[in-house]
């Protein structure tokens, strides 16, 4: 593997101005532009192809490395990264499906997903937008929101249902040109946090995809999904969860020193030696330790080729959903052992803390998890209907 490390000189450029960011709402360009020249986006491309080779479990600590200092750079830029993690792990499987996306990212494309769907809570396996089969290739029509990397990307991986056949609907999956007709991106983000990524909704208005850049066409439901769409799970998910592991791990690391410092009328030393305070400070570093384990553990089992079987996507899901609701407990306990300073916009904690908020929004979700993670180990068909009551 060509190692590929972030200097701290950039590290700490990244951390000053994702404050900037984050308060102008502005997408990242000069921490992109910084991490195309260090080759970040081609860090997952096979090395015999010119990128960098790395595995699931060595972007795991790189891309959580980077979120300490810039989350939501972290974040958008595993948009790009996932896809070409996908492509590599199907090529060494002897899958070319997705060689031209290796191919086109070492020609500088920047890929982006386009499978959020407002009222979809099960994204890649469903679908609200409509995939119409014409001469050649398909057409999409729908919205697609939570679209990161829009001022950027040159390739949208994208989604739809094919429902011609009612019995039996399809979902598609392709790869939609920037230059390709017929959609429009809408300037729709204005949100609470991770406020740089730049996540427009994407609307899709009969835009054309050819044959070629369509990577699969399989049934609807976990009964279609197949390696491409686990290893979907293992890229995306991984990387979300592992940013949200990487805010949690800044998060203590400025409670630790605010700490230290720290002083009370009702103590002869600083806060550090309060009982609370410390109790505050073991559950911190608890929930941290756990973390960190279960990812390594998952991403090393993907990377090793443990066959967990039908087991892998709710695997994915309890680490990503661990990774996450953990990580939210240590920032929210970071903002409390705060004393108030935390409130502050100018306290990095404050921003941190909203990021890590964020992380609820991202697939799957709470109900997902739980619903998936249940059938699998009673051995109930996630696609048993009804879902719910």
Not at 50 to 77: D, Q, V
Not at 259 to 272: F, N
Not at 289 to 296: F, N, P, R, V, W
Request: proline share 4%; with cysteine; glycine share 10%.
């Amino acid at each position: 593997m060509a190692s590929l490390k972030l200097s701290p000189e950039m590290l700490l450029r990244f951390r000053k101005r994702a404050a900037d960011y984050d308060r102008e709402n502005r997408f990242f360009s000069e921490d992109f532009e910084e991490l195309r020249e260090a080759e970040y986006l081609n860090l997952a491309v096979p090395t015999e192809m010119g990128g960098r080779g790395m595995n699931l479990a060595e972007y795991g600590k790189l891309i959580r490395e980077l979120s300490t200092y810039a989350p939501a750079t972290a974040l958008a830029t595993n948009m790009h990264v996932y896809w070409t993690g996908i492509a590599s792990d199907l090529l060494k499987s002897g899958d070319k499906s997705m060689q031209f996306v290796l191919d086109d990212a070492m020609s500088g494309e920047v890929f982006a997903a386009g499978h959020s769907e407002a009222g979809n809570d099960v994204p890649l396996l469903y679908s609200l937008t409509n995939a119409e089969r014409v001469e050649g290739g398909y057409r999409f029509t729908g919205r697609k929101g939570f679209g990161s990397l829009s001022p950027v990307w040159t390739r949208l991986g994208l989604h739809g249902m094919d429902s011609s056949d009612p019995e039996n609907p399809k979902i598609v999956h392709a790869f939609m040109n920037r230059d390709a007709e017929g959609y429009t991106i809408k300037d729709t983000w204005d949100t609470m946090g991770m406020r740089a990524t730049s996540s427009q909704d994407t609307i899709l208005e009969g835009v054309f995809v050819p044959d070629d850049r369509v990577v699969r066409v399989i049934p609807a439901g976990f009964g279609g999904a197949d390696m491409f769409i686990v290893a979907i799970f293992a890229w995306g998910l991984m990387g979300f969860a592992n940013v949200y592991y990487g805010i949690a791990k800044r998060a203590c690391e400025l409670t630790l020193a605010s700490l230290k410092d720290k002083k009370s009328l009702a103590l002869t030393r600083s806060m550090s030696y309060h009982p609370e305070v410390q109790h505050g400070v073991a559950r911190m570093m608890i929930e941290l330790e756990a973390i960190g384990s279960h990812l390594d553990q998952v991403a090393n089992d993907w990377v090793n080729g443990v066959d967990h079987g039908g087991q892998w996507p709710a695997k994915i899901l309890m680490a990503r959903h661990h990774a996450i609701e953990s990580s939210w407990k240590v920032v929210d306990l970071a903002m409390e052992l705060s004393g108030g300073a935390g409130m502050f916009t100018k306290n990095e904690l404050e921003r941190l803390f909203r990021d890590c908020r964020a992380g609820r929004f991202h697939p799957g979700n709470s109900a997902l998890t739980h619903e998936i993670v249940a059938k699998t180990a009673l051995g109930i068909n996630p696609d048993e209907m009804p879902r719910w009551g």
